[in-house]
Nanobody
Framework: QVQLVESGGGLVQAGGSLRLSCAAS????????MGWFRQAPGKEREFVAG????????DYADSVKGRFTISRDDAKNTVFLQMNSLKPEDTADYYC??????????????WGQGTQVTVSS
């Protein structure tokens, strides 16, 4: 089994920044790619960003390109999401995702418990 634990959410004003972290433990060697999804109240969960092993493959949702940066520390089985120029529409619960194969925008093999991000206007 794989456990994903997020940290770093919180409340920030529009235009501000936050950095999310997600650490994988357990059978983390089975996780090839890691990333983030988010779910706003009343909306479906949506893909935000993903990064493959070694950072060779990176994918972003169009809505966050140029504002969010995903990175990872393979030695620590940790993925980061640097979020800049935050907008109120970025408000959501952010979920860490882990894939045993390539990044998928539609599903994940493993999920974290979620961390809340609130952007005030």
């Amino acid at each position: 089994q794989v456990q994903l634990v997020e940290s770093g959410g919180g409340l920030v004003q529009a235009g501000g920044s936050l950095r999310l972290s997600c650490a994988a433990s357990g059978r983390s060697f089975s996780v090839h790619a890691m990333g983030w999804f988010r779910q706003a109240p009343g909306k479906e969960r949506e893909f935000v960003a993903g990064i493959g092993w070694g950072g060779v493959k990176i994918d972003y949702a169009d809505s966050v390109k140029g504002r969010f940066t995903i990175s990872r520390d393979d030695a620590k089985n940790t993925v980061f999401l640097q979020m800049n120029s935050l907008k109120p529409e970025d408000t959501a619960d952010y979920y860490c995702a882990g894939w045993t194969g390539p990044i998928s925008r539609y599903a994940s093999d493993y999920w974290g418990q979620g961390t809340q991000v609130t952007v005030s206007s």
